[in-house]
């Protein structure tokens, strides 16, 4: 059985909305928005391919979808406040 209860499709360089929840989940309320825009893009590369349902790979990554997965991820950080 799998330890997942859901089936989560895997997430690729252009679902920057799936990216910026997974990172939410993962981070919370530790990261405001000022602390999200400030985040290195080299870190945020790292933390993407880490999430476990992230297929993309890092020659794929370009600053383009970094800029909007960090975006993404502060209108997801508003939304839960």
């Not at 997974?22 to 000022?34: H, P």
Request: glycine share 4%; charged share 30%.
């Amino acid at each position: 059985m799998s330890k997942n209860k859901f089936f989560e499709p895997p997430m690729a360089w252009g679902d920057y909305e799936d990216i910026a929840l997974a990172l939410y989940e993962k981070f919370g309320d530790d990261f405001t928005e000022s602390k999200i825009y400030s985040i290195r893009f080299t870190d945020l590369l790292n933390w993407v391919l880490e999430l476990p349902n992230f297929e993309g790979v890092r020659d794929d990554s370009n600053e383009g979808h970094l800029e909007m997965i960090q975006s993404s991820w502060v209108y997801e950080w508003r939304d839960n406040q």
